[in-house]
């Protein structure tokens, strides 16, 4: 296997030492051909600077945690293979978090939005356990899975404009979630969740940018799923003033 070697620009920042972020230069590290973003990572935190912080977990794009700016767009290191980038590359936290220190960033905001939108099913009837499951057909089942493959890795924050020039907008993966349970057939939960999500802080501060889908790396089409959640409100809307009577 050939050997390849390249430098790594990380942001590094320690609020006990630095008064802001400065970049430091790793260079000539040694690789794999066939390595991505986090392995070489790894190597200087092995071989080199014990003192790089960064978060990762299970190196196969399941846990999230890997998330990174690497030359400037929002990726999973796990998933970053060094073959498609230069002999120099930048890493840097995810934008639009604060820097807990050098590449691990504060994630409270999104932990914070993501329990506002109720990311759980509230039963339409509620049933014990003697009279068994809720009970899905795979037609219904397909109508929401797409957006059960979020794995939290918040690159669709990092990507999101709107996210960065207005903070209390509850961003992509939060209200990508709540229109999850919102179309589940086993869920009543959409009026509940609709107090919070069509508001100017929920799915009409979206301008519709499309960056969140472009770089989710589960597919899961955050952009598509905050238009739907934009169309069932409106037509909520009309049916209260219209038809005042109708149940939603």
């Known amino acids: 296997m050939s050997e390849r070697k390249i430098n790594l620009e990380v942001l590094r920042y320690d609020p006990d030492k630095d008064s802001e972020p400065r970049f430091q230069t790793y260079k000539a590290v040694p690789c794999q051909d066939d390595w991505v973003v986090l392995d070489a990572l790894n190597y200087v935190k092995d071989n080199t600077d014990t003192t790089l912080s960064y978060r990762w977990s299970c190196h196969m794009a399941v846990c999230g945690s890997c998330g990174m700016m690497i030359d400037g767009e929002p990726t999973l290191s796990c998933k970053a293979f060094l073959k498609d980038y230069g002999d120099t590359i930048r890493v840097e936290p995810l934008y639009h978090f604060p820097i807990e220190r050098d590449l691990v960033t504060v994630i409270d905001d999104f932990v914070e939005k993501l329990t506002k939108v109720k990311p759980f099913l509230i039963p339409k009837q509620p049933k014990s356990i003697e009279e068994g499951e809720y009970l899905q057909t795979p037609k219904q089942l397909k109508k929401f899975k797409q957006y059960t493959l979020c794995i939290n890795c918040m690159l669709c924050y990092s990507a999101c404009p709107q996210y960065g020039l207005i903070p209390d ?80």
């Not at 589940?184 to 979206?206: F, H, L, P, Y």
């Not at 519709?208 to 037509?235: N, R, W, Y």
Request: with cysteine; proline share 5%.
């Open 169 to 248: 907008f509850l961003g992509p993966a939060a209200l990508s979630l709540a229109h999850r349970y919102n179309i589940d057939s086993r869920d009543g939960g959409c009026q509940e969740r609709m107090k919070v999500t069509a508001t100017n802080i929920g799915v009409w501060e979206c301008s519709f940018v499309g960056a969140c889908s472009e770089v989710c790396p589960g597919h899961v089409d955050p952009a598509s799923s905050l238009q739907q959640m934009k169309i069932a409100s409106t037509v909520d809307w009309y049916k209260k003033r219209l038809m005042p009577w109708s149940k939603s």
